[in-house]
């Protein structure tokens, strides 16, 4: 199975960028869909980007489309969410998850899809 290793939060003002990576192993990586997910606090998690096992294809949360972009590089067994003009509304733990798929979809939008979760890094937006 999988271990997932999320990395690159902070603390960035409002319109900031940042660019969070996760590192993979233990898998066959290019086996795996993957997501990113986020929990602001006192909230439940929610999806925020997810894209296929070859990278072709993406998905966003229309709170994050334009402004988010999923890629990945299966050389590196790591994928990276690159945010830019953040919002203090962005705050919150981003979690890496990946999934060897309940379905021949291309990628999944629902947390009960993925079974492999990272520990979460913290981006906080300023005002």
């Known amino acids: 199975q999988v271990q997932l290793v999320e990395s690159g939060g902070g603390l960035v003002q409002t319109g900031g960028s940042l660019r969070l990576s996760c590192a993979a192993s233990g898998g066959t990586f290019s086996s795996y869909a993957m997501g990113w997910f986020r929990q602001a606090p006192g909230k439940e998690r929610v999806f925020v980007a997810a894209i296929s096992r070859s990278g072709t294809a993406t998905f966003y949360d229309d709170a994050v489309k334009g402004r988010f972009t999923i890629s990945r590089d299966n050389a590196k067994n790591t994928i990276y969410l690159q945010m830019n003009s953040l919002k203090p509304e962005d705050t919150a733990v981003y979690y890496c998850?990946?999934?060897?798929?309940?379905?021949?979809?291309?990628?999944?939008?629902?947390?009960?899809?993925?079974?492999?979760w990272g520990q979460g890094t913290q981006v906080t937006v300023s005002s």
């Open positions: 998850t990946g999934t060897l798929g309940t379905s021949n979809r291309r990628y999944y939008t629902q947390s009960y899809d993925y079974h492999y």
